[in-house]
């Protein structure tokens, strides 16, 4: 059986994500759209720690830095869950250290509240993003 070429992979992953209920509705076409709380696809994928559907959806179009409910980036969502693999992925993807979400914590700081030093050293370590 042959693999899925990546639209259909992207196709696949957006119907699952339209079926989450904070998405229904939202009709999700490309890796950028947005559900009306402002959370796009990639914040479900770093909420799961999915590090292949993080990488297609920013191959495809998905923000690192796209600013969703209270604040929070795709990084702060994968920080929330401990998903500490996929904050890694989304850094070296380009995800920025310094934004701060609605309750004005930078990915930095939820590292150090989640008491995960390891990921506060590779945090620190990237600093400059």
């Known amino acids: 059986m042959k693999s899925q070429t990546p639209k259909k992979r992207l196709k696949r992953l957006l119907y699952e994500i339209n079926r989450l209920p904070d998405f229904v509705g939202s009709k999700l076409k ?5 559900n009306l709380l402002g959370n796009t696809p990639l914040h479900a994928a ?8 993080i990488a297609l959806l920013i191959e495809n179009g998905g923000d690192p830095n796209a600013v969703g409910e ?9 920080l929330a ?3 500490i693999d996929a904050a ?6 380009g995800a920025s250290l ?13 590292a150090e509240d989640r008491g995960a030093e390891c990921l506060k050293r590779v945090l620190m370590a990237g600093s400059g993003k």
């Open 46 to 53: 770093a909420i799961w720690g999915d590090l292949d559907a």
């Open 98 to 110: 310094k934004l701060e979400n609605g309750f004005g914590k930078t990915a930095f700081q939820m």
């Open 88 to 93: 890694l992925f989304l850094i070296e993807k």
């Open 70 to 78: 209270y604040g929070f980036t795709p990084l702060h969502q994968a």
């Open 30 to 34: 490309t890796g950028h759209d947005s």
């Open 81 to 83: 869950q401990g998903n």
